[in-house]
């Protein structure tokens, strides 16, 4: 890999990791799906003008019964959850969630597409799950004089995030089987205009009674232009210069700028839990990937 693209994947991974932290200053101001909402409508406005440029407006429209379905399986609905999700657990925690999306991606292929799991592959699986329970025990497991309504909050976000996450597993399967023959920018442009149209009605419906702050505002514009529609660009850009393999590293990275952001801006702990259950899921990941080979 070339500096250059080894530094485009850094910051995509930097890019990613800080959506954690803008759901989390954003999220309580403006709900759930109204964040979600505005997420994908203000990456649609960034997006469209560029696939006009590139006369790819044609092809949006002639494709969208499958952008529709990409929409909601890979931005509407997992937007909405992850946003549900910083309401009650860490913008880190939520990021090492996120990894588990190849591990969906392996056994839905695996279920729906008749992809064989090799041995490895299979406990890749084994072990990126085994991670994920791992981690939520502890906040499912109502210790004396702990907070059990939090603990509640907290299952909930950790189901929240995983739902997140099969869904792009399923729109991951769903893109490589019928939407291969879409360009790039016109799969990531529609994704976000389908999926701003989705979420227009329950939005409205949803929208906050009291007006959200400036920096709830100043988070939703972070969420829109830099880490959905930069971040498309940056990311179709590596696929096609470094390939899908090298370019799924940035799974692995996500959770390491997420934990700093967190930390940083945030004041998180990285608990020693959450670094033995991240572990798992990244050498779960690993393996599912193939990235990890007999020898």
């Known amino acids: ?23 989390r200053l954003g999220a309580h101001e403006f709900g759930p799906v109204a964040m979600a ?20 407006l044609q ?24 946003s549900f999700a910083a309401l009650s657990i860490t913008a880190g925690f939520s990021s090492i969630l996120n990894a588990t999306t190849p591990l969906w991606g392996g056994l839905i292929a695996w279920l729906w597409l008749g992809q064989r799991l090799t041995p490895l ?6 072990l990126g799950f085994a991670g994920v329970v791992y981690l939520a025990w502890d906040k499912a497991g109502f210790k004396p004089g702990a907070d059990h309504a939090a603990e509640i909050r907290a299952v909930w976000a950790v189901l929240a995030c995983l739902g997140a996450t099969f869904c792009y597993g399923l729109a991951a399967n769903f893109s490589k089987r019928y939407t291969a023959h879409i360009a790039p920018l016109t799969v990531a442009t529609g994704s976000q205009c389908y999926a701003a149209l989705l979420l227009v009605l329950p939005a409205l419906w949803m929208w906050p009674a009291e007006p959200p702050g400036a920096q709830a505002w100043a988070s939703v514009t972070a969420l829109a232009l830099l880490c959905s529609a ?35 801006f945030l004041g998180e702990v990285f608990t020693g839990q959450m670094a033995a259950g991240c572990g798992l899921v990244l050498i779960g990941t690993a393996l599912a990937l193939g990235l990890v080979q007999r020898r």
């Open 1 to 23: 890999m070339k500096p250059f693209d080894l530094g485009e994947l850094f910051l995509l991974a930097a890019i990613w990791g800080a959506s954690f932290l803008f759901m």
């Open 37 to 56: 909402a505005l997420r994908v409508g203000g990456a649609s406005l960034m997006l469209l003008p560029l696939l006009a440029m590139r006369q790819g």
């Open 59 to 82: 092809e949006l429209r002639r494709e969208w019964r499958a952008l529709l379905l990409i929409g909601l399986l890979n931005s509407a609905i997992p937007f909405a959850l992850f």
């Open 121 to 126: 592959r299979s406990l890749g699986l084994a």
């Open 230 to 264: 930069l971040a498309y660009i940056l990311y179709f850009r590596l696929m096609q210069r470094i390939g899908p393999t090298n370019t799924i590293a940035v799974t692995f990275l996500i959770p390491v700028f997420a934990v700093l952001w967190g930390y940083l």
